[in-house]
Every structure is written in C-alpha cells, then in structure tokens.
C-alpha cells in the first residue's frame, strides 16, 4: 500500500476514532481511506469546509476523549497554525499529518519536498515546543503513525506526521501487525473529586490528566494564558507558569520521546543526517561511500522535532564532517550546523524541492566532508 | 453572586450554573451580552439539561467570554472557530447538548464561512449571536453587521458598507431554526433558547444587544436611547419572510420566529447512510 494509506491504517490502528480534513494534493488519500473506514469501526468521518474548521473540529472531537486526526499538505499546514496554537496552549491531543509538498504557496501540488519542517517547529505565534515524526516508507508511516498517537495522547498536544508526497504516493509492503501486539497510549485520566479539579495543576510530570466534557468536571478551556483551574490570567508569572511548563515537559522528556536510527555510525568519519524520503538517498549514498572506502555513517532521524541535539553534538565531536540531506535549501541543516558547532564542519544537500535528490550528489559531498577531491 | 440581606442569603437563581469564582465579569455598563447570557442560562436550566452533559463553546471577542462564565464544559476557542470546534464536540460525543455563545464579529465576519456551512449540514447546535453592531473587545470598529452610515472607528466617516441580513443568511444557508430577539425581550428571547436547545438540529437565534461605550457613544445613541429603540421600533412577526426583516432602526426592526423546521440532522444522515443504524444523537 501507499504511504498515505499507511498513514490511515495506523492511525485507526493507534484507536483514531475522528477524521475532520479537508482534500489537498498528495494528502487526499488519506482522508479517502478514513472516510470509508471510520463508519466501519465506529468513529466518524466529516469533510469540512477548509483546514481551519477541520483543525477546530479534531480539537474539539478531543475535547470528547476521542483520538481524533487530520491530513494535510503545505497550503492547509498553513491554515491549521492558528488551532494548532490553541491545541498546544489548551494541551489537546491529537495528530496531524502533513504530506509535503513543493512551496511556498500552492507550489508543487503533485511533487515532493520537505521545506515545511520549520514550519512545523514554528508556524504557530508564540513560543513552544513540539513534536514531529518524519517516517521513511509506507510500513514506517503506518508505525510512526502509531506512535504519534501514542506521544500526543502521553504528552498532550498535537503531535505532527511529516511525511513528504514521495512516501506518500510509493508503494511498498506494508505489515500490519495484529492488534494485541500493537501497543496503544491513552491520556491520563483525572481522579478524585470533581468539583475539585483543577485541569492544568500538572504536578511533578508536567503534563496534567485529562478529563472529557461530559464527565461532569465542569472544566473551562481556553487559548488565553491560564491557571490551574483553567481561567484566563492575565500575568507575567502565569504566562510564566504555563509557557515554561509546555516546554519543559517536552524538553525535559527529549529522551524519552526522541527516535534515530542509526547506521553505520560506531567506526564513521563522515556523518550523514537525514529523515524521511531523502532518508532513503542517504542511506544510498553512505553504502556507495563504504564501497569506495569512505568510513561514512547515517544518522537516520525518526523524531525531527525536538531536536536529538545530544546525538549530533556526539557525532560532531568525533567525524570529520557532517552532511545533512533533505529537500530544501537549509531547514534541519540548521540544526545540526547548530549543534555542531566547535566540532566537525557540516555540510547541506539539497534542493528546492519537486523530486528526490540523488545519492551521487550525497556522494560527492561525503567526499569532500571526507577530506577527498570530489 | 449572593446579596445579603440581613442573616438571610439570597443565592442567585443561577449560581450552579455561573463560575461566581470569575466574577465580577469583564462586560461594560450597559452592555446587554449579560442579559443574553442569563437567558441562555435560564433556558438551559428551564429546558431541564443536565448541566455536566451540556457544553457551550465560544469565540473570541466580548460575547466571547460567555464561555468562561459559564459552569458547564465551556470552551473559549480562536476567533471566528466557535462552530468547527463545537461541531468536533458534538460528532465526537453525540449525548451532549451543544451551545454555541459568540458575537456579531467572530460568528459573521471572520467565522462567517463555518457559520454557513454548519447550517447547510444541519449540525445538531445552538448557535446564539449576540449582534451588538461592531468590534467592542477592539474598542470599536466596524462589523459585518454595523448599519450603513454609522460611525465606528475605522469609519470615521460612516459605514460605507451594507450589513448582512443574519436571519436571511442563516435561512439560506439552511438553517431549521431562525428567530431574532432583542436583550428587552428577555421572556420571549429565553422560551426561543430553550425552544432552540432542545429541537435538534441547527439553530440560530439572532440577540440585539446595545454596546453604549463603543457603537452608542459614537453614534450620539445613549443606552436608554437603544433599550426605548427596542421597545418602540421593534414588531413581532412570527413567520415573517427572512428576505423582509433587515435590520432599519428609523423605521422598524422585525422580530419573532422566522424558520422551524425540521430535516435531518447531519448525524441522522450519515448514521442512516454509514452506520445503518438508528440515531445517537438526542432521543426526540
């Protein structure tokens, strides 16, 4: 199957039980595959009027204790931001894939890219943080999937699927695994008495349990900056209190929430770091390198949002050189150049986006990171 | 929310369905949202919801706030994104009765899109638009709704712009249930809620409210001025045409039941097409 249909069936296979999207090239199949799939499990399907309204909706469906979802490409990433930022200040979990596409603007609707990756770190006003997953094949996309769920329904807030239209349009083998071997996270709950709750008195683990409407807690909700108890508080030390709180419980859980691969890294001298399709160009590349006795080595990166700064600031202490590959002129790059800093130098590949990029173009840079006239 | 008098203490007659732990509110002097927001109260409470299945969700702006006074499951959501997050409540669990609280502003303007398309799918919502004519959270300025002419902030001149007729939209768009009231007309304003809040499907109620501190002062029209309006101009007709009661304060504004009907609701629909089974949603 495709990497979008992949998409779908993790998400009904992580207990998504509420789809809202809207149709956008290469993502549509995904909201396809969910509207003839939901009814049959019991969960519900609606095309809404724009992305904006479907963002709303999913948060909303949340808001029920349902796993809710939406699909999208760059122009509805775009429109999402505004509910994204009220899913991350009001702690709403939830996914939400974007399948890339060439930008900015309507750009390349039917061709791949990665140049959204920014966008999902920061799109949204204000300061956060987030987290995104950015899966290599179909059968990845059907587990990362999964864990997406499984991370925004532990940490609480939307959690992004960044594939790209390479991986969502190829199709390869996928398994899917029977369902009691599939493991599934669900929100902390509230106990105790109810007209006592406090919905954001998160304690020592940051992140507060959820209860749904309907329970009878009585909560209040809202995108101002708030207190425990939910209400808006217009103070420096509330947006304090709440703020550092959103990022802490990421940043503090980095390690726990962080997924690489790694290939070929124990004994490399030139590191290779990239995510999703072009994942599969560098892993081309870094064989092509061992072939021709160049010690090179993949640091595949599963999470891409937050950053594994601990891995590459390793990796830049000790390799020659760092080449990063994705489709763009520099979004992650930045990162790793970031956190290579004082250590090995580091090198982009890449392009603007409308196909893959090649491994001889990896190549060529892993040789010249390698010390090597290219 | 108690007044005292002597040993005796008097509760408000809505105390378990406000957030008195959030008072005093944020309302002007004069405003009319809070006699809106009573009577949707008092029609939650006459229509006999159990208030933990009952959920209201707003926008952003002054009418917006409703949400945060109300101790229900209240969602004070992004401008104009009232109807999607509450259409995402009501799909994700269909038992609760779901009230949407906003403004002019947020419902027309800027969340007007959601408006029409939740009306066409005769999603199971009240929506209650509390029109008070401009921006008032913004200090002012003009709405989708200012009359022409008038003056607001960023007309200083006057409007120039003609304003929605919002029960002739809303009937256009389908929706199966539109009436319009004013904050003078509290009874009837309150019985059309609770009529609203326990007829399923999608249902408007348009709210006249005065804004003295923004829209009067800058239009010479004192709060007395705009509550005598409401008295003096307004006509009831029950039935009336939409296309007929736009909003012409020198000579009349129109004001009853203009739309009750009924057709599926969007749940009805796709349960009977995709589920093949019965309805979830409120039991007739």
């Known amino acids: 199957m495709t990497g979008d249909e992949a998409c779908a069936e993790g998400a009904l296979a992580a207990g998504c039980l509420f789809f809202a999207g809207y149709p956008i090239t290469p993502a549509t199949e995904i909201a396809e595959v969910m509207s003839s799939r939901l009814p049959e499990v019991g969960g519900t399907f609606i095309q809404m009027e724009d992305e904006i309204a479907a963002m709303a909706a999913i948060l909303g469906a949340a808001w029920t204790g349902v796993k809710s979802m939406t699909a999208t490409s760059g122009p509805g990433f775009s429109l999402m931001m505004e509910n994204i930022g009220l899913g991350i200040v009001t702690e709403t979990p939830c996914v939400v894939a974007n399948v890339q596409r060439g930008g900015p603007s309507t750009g390349l609707p039917t061709m791949g890219a990665q140049a959204d990756m920014m966008q999902a770190r920061w799109g949204s006003h204000g300061h956060y943080e987030v987290i995104a997953l950015a899966p290599a094949s179909p059968q990845e ?67 507060p349990p959820m209860p749904s409407a309907g329970d009878g807690c009585r909560i209040h909700i809202t995108g101002l900056t708030h207190d425990e108890r939910g209400y808006p508080a217009m103070t420096v030390e509330a947006q304090r209190d709440m703020v550092t709180r959103l990022v802490d419980k990421i940043r503090l859980n980095a390690d726990d929430i962080i997924q690489t691969e790694s290939y070929l890294l124990d004994d490399a001298e030139v590191a290779v770091v990239s995510y999703g399709a072009s994942a599969r160009t560098a892993y081309a590349a870094v064989e092509e390198a061992r072939r021709d ?82 | 929310m108690s007044a005292k008098h002597g040993t005796d203490t008097l509760e408000h007659p809505l105390e378990d369905l406000i957030r008195s732990d959030r008072m005093p509110h944020i309302w002007c002097p004069g405003c009319g949202i809070g006699t809106a927001f009573s009577a949707c109260l008092s029609a939650i409470k006459a229509a006999g919801l159990d208030p933990d299945k009952t959920v209201m969700v ?94 607001t902030t960023t007309t200083p001149s006057g409007n120039s712009e003609t ?54 002062r800058r239009n010479k029209e004192g709060p007395l001025e705009t509550l005598k309006t409401y008295r003096d101009k307004t006509i009831v007709k029950n039935g009336a045409p939409p296309a007929e009661v736009a909003i012409d304060f020198k000579k009349n504004i129109v004001l009853g039941t203009f739309v009750d009907d009924d057709r599926p609701s969007w749940l009805d629909s796709y349960n009977s097409i995709y589920r093949k089974e019965p309805a979830r949603d409120k039991p007739a």
Request: net charge positive; hydrophobic share 40%.
């Open chain 1, 141 to 207: 996309a059907f587990y990362q999937t999964i864990e997406a769920f499984n991370l925004s329904e532990k940490y609480r807030l939307p959690v992004f699927v960044m594939t790209d239209e390479i991986i969502g349009h190829m199709s390869e083998r996928v398994v899917i695994p029977e369902a009691r071997k599939i493991r599934t996270v669900s929100r902390p709950r509230p106990k105790g008495r109810k007209d006592r709750f406090r919905p954001y008195a998160a304690g020592p683990g940051l992140v």
């Open chain 1, 293 to 374: 006795g160049i010690k090179a080595g993949l640091l595949r990166l599963i999470t891409v949002w937050p950053f594994p700064e601990k891995m590459v600031r390793e990796l830049a202490s000790r390799v020659k050189g760092i080449v990063t590959v994705e489709i763009n002129l520099g979004q992650v790059f930045l990162e790793v150049d970031r956190c290579s800093r004082g250590g090995a130098p580091s090198y982009l590949v890449g392009h603007p986006g409308g196909t893959i990029i090649t491994p001889e173009s990896v190549m060529e840079k892993i040789k010249q990171a390698a010390g090597m006239k290219s």
């Open chain 2, 58 to 151: 707003s926008g952003i702006g002054c009418s917006g706030r409703g949400a945060g006074y109300a101790n229900l499951d209240s969602f004070h959501t992004t401008h104009g994104r009232a109807i999607p997050f509450a259409t995402g409540v009501k799909l994700g669990n269909p038992e609760l009765n779901v009230i949407v609280f906003s403004g002019d502003g947020d419902l027309f303007a800027i969340g007007g899109n959601h408006f029409i398309h939740a009306a066409r799918r005769n999603m199971d919502l009240t929506v209650i638009c509390v029109n008070n004519l401009n921006y008032g959270m913004t200090g002012g300025q003009v709405a989708a709704t200012t009359p022409s002419l008038k003056r």
């Open chain 2, 163 to 216: 304003p929605f007729n919002l029960p002739l939209l809303a009937y256009a768009a389908g929706a199966t249930h539109v009436s319009r009231w004013t904050i003078l007309h509290t009874r009837d304003l309150t019985e059309t809620m609770k009529h609203c809040i326990l007829k399923k499907g999608f249902s408007f109620i348009e709210v006249l409210a005065p804004c003295p501190v923004n829209y009067g």
